[in-house]
């Protein structure tokens, strides 16, 4: 019978009420008048006509503005004249709010479908800066969706078309510096969940699905207490992208409130939000740029990581719409910009989304050969990847991508550099820490610090060490130098990596090889030739290596033969490459004739087949070396007549050692060849007093040659040569063919010999006992006799005083001490470092830079007017 009976009178009535209401104060509560006026209306809730909207808007209105302004309880009992006055003031307020709720619950039973819009009207209130205004509107929105959530009747549909803004008040409120604010918040946020939850169960049941177990009791009021991501986490599946998006939009509004806790609640909303529902969010351009403004002004602290983080997570799930908007913004970006940027490297999922899209970027841009132009968007990825990468969190993402992401930014370098870019042209500020002034970064520069990195964040630092020590950097700063650079950058990463890694790197460069575009085609080919140093990569079952290194020098670029011939001398480091490298000899001593580069390259790989071929055939292994040997005196001839300066005489001495050692070779004509190798070598230094001894060497007589040399070399007094020399030595201790162990014992032995040995640093002693004592064990019986006598006689090399000398020499020191006398010299280095493996043939002496000077230059001068040559190409030579 429940609203039936009509009383024509009832909105007059009700009208009239209101205006008693109004009529009230807002300071004081004397009278009961509005509590009265209040449980008047509500007693006509079942006549009609019903209260229509508008009215049910001014009637809400007025009530809520005269109960909620009302003063605090704590205001309100100190106005009381004694305290029976206060306690009954304050029991006419708790009525008063009691007829405010039943009012509120009888235009809910009214019109179940306008919940919405009763809560709405409290925001105000729930926004007020009155603590206890705030206190009780959040009393009547936690009471009124509690009552709506117990009514259990949902045959009628309640529809929160603004579920985003409730949430994100009742959220926010959740962390309330008022603490029971926060309790009847969480109160709020509980009962909505529940109403929101009973309406999917009762439609559910309607489409005859199972319910879901236990979903009722994941969430509690005392769960959603101080807790915004519990909240976003629960309402997240109850949200429109509408919805949403209006909810962070709002919740944005809140990042500049006054109370910390507040803005900090707005933040931790965004970002949980993101989380759950990052990908069904609209509007992104608009969230960026309201999220970059207020990052602008300076936030609290914790509120400004927390929406860093939230547009973290905004990034990760809309990648391809937020980037390219950050990109877009003017260089040098500022400090937000740089902050984002950072803050994109922190969490790995969006740190790999994000990094996807910008090597997509520099693969694309740099992909056609026609793209000359500075271009504004790959130098801005090169900027972000400075923020990104600079960070310690994002070492798992970087790894996961590393050789793709390294490959992209050495192509950028290298189209970068191409373009001339004025050094004053700053693109990127980076802050160095307090007190110290920005450092600013040219196109260039910005992508040499990018690779730098890359290799720090993928954690092998030990490659930014080792280009530090090599001068890659200055290589790769120049366009004529680049794949130098290349090459010796690739020897630090396979001394570096693991060899899954440099696999990695292979499979990627094989495919752009022959590429149509010639920056991709020279970076591609030159870490495909050095990465053959590795002797996983180069045994890779399935690979024709030798097949496109020939078609390389077969090229008419001279760079693509440097390359080719680079690759070949690597292969011949490894053993099982000889039945393929044997028959290449001749081919190799063509390149002799070749520009001066070119002619070093093919000498270095004649050398290493020399070294390290490794053939079953002792003949055949023999005959590969004799024309090996020869062509290398041949091409030492030629180099002494235009009478080479210091540089390039410094790299001729990593020839010593292998034609010193190979000179004990058994078979007669190989120590003929290393002989009149050895004569010309000795020309070319300048070591006239040798010339005779190795224009005549014999069979019979190679343990007197090497001793002579060994003399010869000590004399000199160049202590850091003669450690140059020994560590080489040191390689062929582990040589598969003894006669060269034995040799290169010996040649030890007798240097050390001639030094005198108590002058030598400890760490240098250490190194020499070590290396000696590494062939204790050795198979051969005459080896394992010969390091022991090396090491006795080192041992007394060390030691030739008397206990009496020795005490007397340190009675000496101590008088030196007193008196301040200067004592005896320190002890000699003979090593710069200690070397744990074999280096690469050009990186255990000098960086191949030094063969691009002038003395060789002389060398290309001279041979230009005896033999017509290819020109010195620097750029695409097949276009």
């Keep these: ?16 009420m209101m205006e008693l209401i109004r009529e009230e104060p807002l300071n004081s509560i004397s009278s009961s008048i509005r509590q009265r006026a209040m449980n008047f209306i509500t007693n006509f809730r079942k006549l009609h006509p019903l209260t229509e909207v508008e009215e049910r808007t001014e009637l809400l209105q007025t009530c809520f503005q005269s109960v909620l302004c009302l003063p605090s309880t704590e205001d309100l009992q100190k ?11 304050e029991d006419l307020l708790m009525e008063t709010l009691q007829s405010l709720l039943r009012l509120m619950e009888t235009l809910i039973v009214e019109m179940p479908s306008q919940i919405q819009y009763c809560l709405e009207h409290l925001n105000i209130w729930l926004n007020s800066q009155n603590d206890n205004e705030r206190e009780r509107a959040m009393w009547c929105a936690a009471r009124i969706l509690g009552f709506t959530a117990k009514w259990n009747n949902f045959g009628v549909e309640i529809k929160f078309s603004r579920l985003g803004c409730l949430v994100r008040l009742l959220a926010m409120r959740c962390q309330d510096p008022v603490d029971n604010i926060c309790f009847l918040s969480s109160q709020a946020v509980y009962n909505l969940y529940r109403i929101l939850l009973l309406q999917k169960q009762m439609q559910r049941k309607k489409q005859g699905l199972w319910e879901e177990e236990g979903k009722s009791e994941v969430y509690s009021a005392n769960v959603f207490y101080n807790n915004t991501f519990e909240i976003a986490k629960a309402f997240a599946e109850y949200f429109t992208e509408m919805q949403l998006t209006h909810l962070v939009l709002t919740a944005m509004e809140g990042l500049t409130d006054s109370k910390a806790t507040v803005s900090l609640a707005a933040a931790q909303l965004m970002s949980a939000v993101m989380k759950e529902r990052g990908r069904d969010m609209i509007k992104i351009e608009e969230i960026v740029e309201g999220i970059v403004g207020r990052l602008n002004l300076q936030l609290e602290p914790n509120t400004q990581e927390e929406t860093m983080r939230a547009m973290c997570l905004l990034a990760g799930n809309n990648t391809h719409r937020v980037v390219p908007m950050l990109l877009n913004k003017t260089l040098p970006w500022d400090r ?4 984002l940027w950072k803050a994109f490297g922190t969490r790995r999922e969006t740190t790999i989304s994000v990094l996807q899209l910008l090597i997509g970027i520099l693969e694309k841009l740099h992909s056609r050969e026609e793209s000359r132009e500075m271009a504004f968007q790959p130098v801005a990825v090169t900027c972000a990847l400075c923020e990104m990468l600079s960070g310690s969190l994002c070492q798992e993402a970087v790894q996961e991508l590393y050789p793709r992401l390294l490959l992209a930014i050495l192509h950028h370098l290298y189209w970068v550099i191409e373009q001339n870019v004025p050094q004053k042209m700053v693109v990127y500020n980076r802050e160095e820490g307090p007190g110290h002034k920005s450092k600013p970064f040219d196109p260039t520069s910005c992508a040499l610090e990018v690779v730098k990195l890359v290799f720090m964040a ?19 700063s120049s366009p004529k130098f680049y794949y130098i650079g290349i090459m010796d950058l690739t020897s630090g990463i396979v001394k570096n990596c693991e060899p899954a890694i440099l696999h ?17 085609r020279i970076l591609a080919r030159t870490f495909y030739a050095q990465l053959l140093w590795h002797r996983s990569v180069a045994q890779t079952v399935g690979q024709d290596f030798l097949g496109n290194l020939i078609k390389w020098t077969n090229e008419p670029n001279i760079i693509m033969k440097e390359v ?16 393929s490298l044997k028959s290449q000899v001749p081919f190799l001593r063509d390149f002799l004739k070749n520009e001066a580069r070119v002619t070093m390259q093919a000498v270095k790989s004649l050398r290493n087949i020399i070294c390290f071929g490794k053939q079953q055939n002792t003949k055949e292994r023999d005959l590969v070396k004799i024309s090996a040997t020869s062509a290398l005196g041949h091409m030492l001839h030629r180099v002494h007549k235009f009478k080479p300066g210091a540089i390039t005489r410094r790299e001729i001495y990593s020839f010593l050692v292998p034609l010193l050692l190979s000179i004990q070779d058994n078979n007669t004509e190989v120590v003929k060849a290393c002989g009149g190798a050895l004569t010309e070598w000795t020309k070319v230094i300048g070591w006239s007093s040798l010339t005779q001894t190795f224009q005549h060497t014999t069979l019979s007589d190679h343990i007197q040659v090497l001793e002579e040399t060994c003399k010869y070399l000590v004399g000199t007094k160049k202590i850091q040569l003669v450690g140059e020399f020994l560590s080489q030595s040191f390689d062929f201790l582990t040589s598969p063919q003894s006669f060269l162990r034995e040799a290169a014992i010996n040649f030890i032995g007798l240097t050390i010999k001639r030094l005198t040995m108590k002058r030598i640093h400890e760490d240098d002693v250490e190194l020499l006992q070590n290396a000696i004592g590494s062939l204790r064990n050795d198979p051969v019986e005459s080896i394992q006799s010969l390091v022991t006598t090396t090491l006795k006689n080192l041992d007394e090399y060390l030691n030739p005083e008397s206990i009496s000398a020795t005490r007397m020499s340190q009675l000496s020191n101590n008088i030196f001490k007193v008196t301040g006398m200067k004592t005896s010299e320190r002890k000699k280095r003979l090593f710069k470092t200690v070397k744990q493996e074999r280096d690469d043939d050009d990186n255990q002496k000098k960086n191949i830079w030094n063969w691009l000077r002038g003395p060789l230059n002389s060398l290309g001068n001279w041979h230009n007017r005896r033999v017509k040559t290819t020109p010195l190409i620097i750029g695409n030579s097949d276009k």
């Design 1 to 16: 019978m429940a609203f039936q009976f009509k009383f024509p009178q009832k909105i007059e009535i009700v009208t009239f």
């Design 79 to 89: 106005e009381a004249s004694s305290s029976q006055e206060a306690q009954a003031t």
């Design 336 to 339: 937000t910009n740089l902050a």
């Design 458 to 476: 993928a954690a092998y630092e030990g490659v930014v060490v080792y280009a530090n020590q090599h001068h890659c950097w200055d290589l790769l």
């Design 504 to 520: 990695r790197i292979l499979n990627l460069i094989r495919n752009i090889l022959y590429s149509s575009n010639y920056h991709r």
């Design 564 to 579: 080719g011939l680079r690759g070949i001398s690597n292969l011949a480091l490894h053993p099982g490459q000889s039945e």
